[in-house]
């Protein structure tokens, strides 16, 4: 049997570190065919992959690139060089075994990545069935014109194909795959419960990379898989990380009803949920399952921007939400994005008042300040439009944001800034870490108090004691 090594090469573990659930579920996608390894760099970021290749002898080495940045503008970490430094020249150095290079950051700048990285191959989108054959056809030397497949040769991707449908995906059994304990103790075990998206957020990616439209996994099979993950691991959290938790409407009630059904109560926690569907039984419902805190994205509360991000909710959607998050008393992290189209003090003044009004005093808020503009998106078309770019400028590096026109980035640092000095619990992104002395007094009266709340819920409440008593300077 021929042997396919699959490298994680994403070592970012800030706020927490995030599991390769992608490159497992292709790994078990195509197990029955190959000896499958997987070398996880998070955590000794590429020091053990000689010892790797000198021992298995890969006759394929597959990449994933999960992030090409930050998203951060003032802090700027730009990871595709330390990938090629730490993974892919080393690997070149110990094998001529063709190098294929896949994940959510490859697919968005495919050709320059190719380039860069001296790669043979690359897969924009998912693999499970492209993979396989893109394999087979190197073996014989016909690998050319598969459905979305660059070569260092012909940069040009291979024929958009239909996209797999919705029903059911490999698991993918991360902790048979890699050593999990790392994560266990500071993060989560993923779950996708759906891939693709039909909303037309004009900076998001997901669309671009997965689809346009919805395709969603079984409730039953979803939850299969977190009780084999649980009866395996015992105490874990598990993140549910679509884009959106609660999208197609009525599908994330049907994974808690298959959750409460079966009785196996897990620690739970997901990314976005929607507005436009968020219910006073969707929460009850989550309470229930197990749900311990839950992120909400609205990036705005101006009616003007979130039209112009093209949210497809409105301002009275998101206050609905948030009466029903305090309602059912659920902890959650919320995400705002300043400086889109439209912009100026009065939105952000908008903003700022909902969360004074709306949002728990204990719960985060996270603050971000520019729209990093991706290729493909519906924001790149503005951005072209008002002359800020032309349609041929590379947006892979330096990265490119987006700002109104009537704040710039000065304005837009400055109103963000203004939020985050006011109120305790709303951060810049540049200070998504907190000190090292904060998290020990967490853990501490965590301790001390036996308290199960959500970490940052802890933070915030000495964040804001350490603000009150000069302790810390926020601005």
Not at 353 to 362: G, N, V
Not at 448 to 453: A, D, F, G, Y
Request: net charge neutral; with cysteine.
């Amino acid at each position: 049997m021929r042997k396919l090594l699959l490298i994680n090469t994403n070592t970012e573990k800030a706020p927490y570190p995030v599991p390769p659930v992608g490159l497992c579920m292709l790994a078990s996608a195509v197990a029955s065919r190959y000896e499958v390894r997987l070398y996880d760099g998070a955590f000794d970021e590429g020091t053990g992959l000689p010892e790797i290749l000198r021992t298995f002898h890969p006759d394929f080495i597959g990449f994933s690139i999960r992030n090409i940045d930050d998203i951060v503008m003032d802090r700027n970490i730009y990871y595709p060089d330390a990938i090629i430094r730490r993974f892919i020249e080393p690997v070149k150095k110990l094998t001529s075994a063709p190098l294929i290079l896949g994940g959510s950051g490859f697919s968005m700048f495919p050709e320059e990545l190719i380039k860069i990285t001296g790669a043979d191959w690359g897969i924009r989108g998912e693999g499970e069935e492209v993979l396989p054959a893109l394999l087979e056809r190197i073996e014989k030397g016909t690998a050319r014109d598969l459905p979305r497949v660059l070569t260092a040769a012909d940069l040009r991707t291979g024929p958009e194909p239909v996209l797999l449908p919705g029903g059911r995906k490999p698991f993918a059994e991360i902790d048979r795959y890699l050593d999990f304990g790392p994560y266990k103790t500071k993060g989560a075990y993923g779950i996708q419960t759906k891939r693709g998206c039909s909303h037309g957020c004009i900076y998001c990616t997901y669309p671009v990379i997965e689809g346009k439209s919805f395709r969603a996994r079984p409730a039953t099979d979803i939850v299969e898989e977190i009780q084999q993950a649980s009866d395996r691991l015992g105490d874990v959290t598990f993140e549910f990380v679509d884009s959106t938790f609660n999208e197609p409407e009525g599908h994330a009630e049907s994974i808690c009803r298959e959750i409460i059904r079966r009785k196996i109560r897990p620690r739970l926690r997901t990314m976005g949920i929607h507005p436009r569907h968020a219910s006073r039984e969707l929460f009850e419902l989550m309470r229930e399952a197990g749900f311990a805190q839950i992120d909400a994205t609205p990036d705005s509360a101006s009616p003007a921007v979130l039209r112009n991000l093209d949210k497809g909710f409105g301002r009275e959607d998101i206050r609905k939400m948030a009466r029903l998050i305090r309602e059912a008393d659920l902890p959650t992290m919320w995400f705002f994005l300043f400086g889109g189209p439209g912009e100026n003090e009065q939105t952000i003044g908008e903003t700022r008042a909902f969360i004074e009004e709306y949002i728990h005093p204990d719960d985060l808020v996270y603050l971000n300040s520019g729209l990093r503009i991706y290729p493909n998106t519906p924001l790149q078309e503005i951005a072209v439009k008002e002359g800020r770019i032309r349609q041929e400028d590379s947006l892979l590096y330096p990265p490119v944001y987006y700002f109104s026109e009537a704040l710039g980035k000065e304005g837009t640092d400055r109103l963000t800034r203004s939020i985050s000095e006011k109120l305790p619990n709303c951060l810049p992104a540049l200070e998504t870490a907190p000190p090292p002395e904060m998290v020990q007094e967490a853990l501490s009266i965590r301790q001390q108090h036996r308290l199960t709340e959500p970490m940052f819920r802890t933070l915030v409440r000495i964040r804001r004691e350490w603000i009150k008593n000069g302790k810390l300077t926020v601005g």
